[in-house]
């Protein structure tokens, strides 16, 4: 009886010591702490299939302050009168995240100009775009409770709220689409969960069409919708080691008045051990059109102190946890 019983003691601690060290695989209960990001960007005469980092063309925090800038992050780029512009998270040590803006002549050299928004909430992600031959921007404003739309009172350095998209809705990274047959909103929720709003029109209703298209590791958008070659893309941020892992692409496609998100790059963007800024890992693209060309920004982080582990083991549970669920429902579809 009682060798019995050791024997079984002794599967289930062999059970449980295995169950730990594939969770610590996956999401590792011990990480290193991360520091502040920086900002890349490139060109490319075709898609990338696989994203090359150059070391060279990097955007530092210091190139907007040496002293309160504690990082910058998020960029998006869009082309007016010969210059690219590229808005991104400007993140003060004393204050709110605001947006700025980089401007370049021509693509290789980049200066910063000024703050472009600044609210009394924190902003980030501010996905700029054109339409209608107006300038419009989707940030991410989760922190004023709402989902909020601005527009170019004289772009690119003034802006107004011209409406609220969604009222009393938290999304991280709110990613927006617009054609002349889908409107689509992709956003981050409170339980590592990824959700889909619809709409007729950019300033039509947004319903809530499709709640946890994505769950666990992989759930926040992480950059513009990128079409090629009749496709939609989604890049989504990989959160399995740390949040700012990585960053994959999904496909998206509807199958009977369903969308369904399908992961085609893994690891598009992923750490990059070489360079130093982006050592720790990277989580955001904006990668469309120049002429005839592929112009891209991306952004990574570093580690500030590589050596000194910090023990999580809440996240590393909770992720596996919703990643199983994921996974068990994506076998019952």
Same mark, same amino acid.
């Given at each position: ?8 003691? /002794? ?18 209960? $011990? ?21 090359? #980092?150059? @070391?060279?063309?990097?955007?530092? &925090? ?40 980089? /401007?370049? @002549?021509?693509?290789? =050299?980049?200066?910063?100009? *000024?703050? /472009?928004? &600044? ?23 989760? /922190? ?13 350095? *003034? ?6 998209? #969604? ?12 054609? %002349?047959?889908?409107? !689509? #909103?992709?956003?981050?929720? *409170?339980?590592? %969960? ?8 950019? $300033? ?27 496709? !939609? ?20 496609? &509807?199958? =009977? ?27 955001? !693209?904006?990668?469309? &059109? ?26 590393? !549970?909770?992720?596996?946890? #919703?990643?199983? =669920? ?8």
């Amino acid at each position: 009886m009682k060798k019995s019983f050791l024997g079984v003691s /002794a599967f289930f601690v062999i059970i449980g010591f295995l169950l730990v060290c594939v969770i610590n695989y996956k999401t590792p209960f $011990f990480v290193s702490k991360r520091s502040g990001w920086s900002i890349g960007f490139g060109i490319s005469n075709h898609f990338p299939e696989k994203m090359n #980092i150059n @070391k060279w063309n990097l955007i530092f &925090k210091n190139a907007v302050s040496k002293d309160s800038t504690s990082f910058i992050a998020d960029p998006f780029w869009i082309e007016f009168n010969d210059s690219i512009y590229i808005f991104f998270e400007n993140q003060s040590k004393y204050d709110n995240g605001t947006i700025g803006v980089f /401007a370049s @002549k021509d693509g290789k =050299k980049f200066r910063y100009v *000024k703050n /472009a928004i &600044k609210e009394t909430f924190h902003m980030s992600y501010p996905q700029v775009f054109k339409k209608d031959k107006k300038f419009y921007m989707l940030p991410e404003t989760q /922190a004023s409770g709402h989902v909020l739309l601005y527009e170019a009172v004289k772009f690119p350095y *003034k802006w107004k709220i011209c409406d609220t998209l #969604i009222k009393n809705c938290q999304l991280k990274d709110p990613t927006i689409y617009l054609s %002349d047959s889908i409107n !689509l #909103i992709f956003g981050g929720g *409170k339980n590592l %969960d990824l959700n889909l709003y619809v709409s007729n029109s950019l $300033f039509g209703k947004w319903k809530l069409k499709q709640k946890g298209i994505l769950r666990g590791t992989e759930y926040r958008p992480g950059g513009r919708i990128i079409r090629d070659k009749g496709k !939609l893309l989604l890049p989504v941020q990989n959160c399995s080691e740390a949040y700012g892992y990585g960053l994959s692409l999904y496909s998206i496609s &509807k199958v =009977k008045n369903k969308y369904k998100l399908h992961r085609v790059s893994p690891f598009y963007l992923e750490q990059q051990k070489n360079i130093k800024e982006f050592n720790a890992g990277m989580h955001h !693209l904006d990668l469309h &059109k120049l002429g005839n060309n592929f112009f891209y920004v991306n952004d990574g982080n570093t580690f500030e102190e590589p050596e000194k582990k910090i023990f999580n083991y809440r996240g590393p !549970l909770k992720k596996t946890y #919703i990643d199983s =669920k994921q996974f068990i429902s994506s076998l019952c579809e």
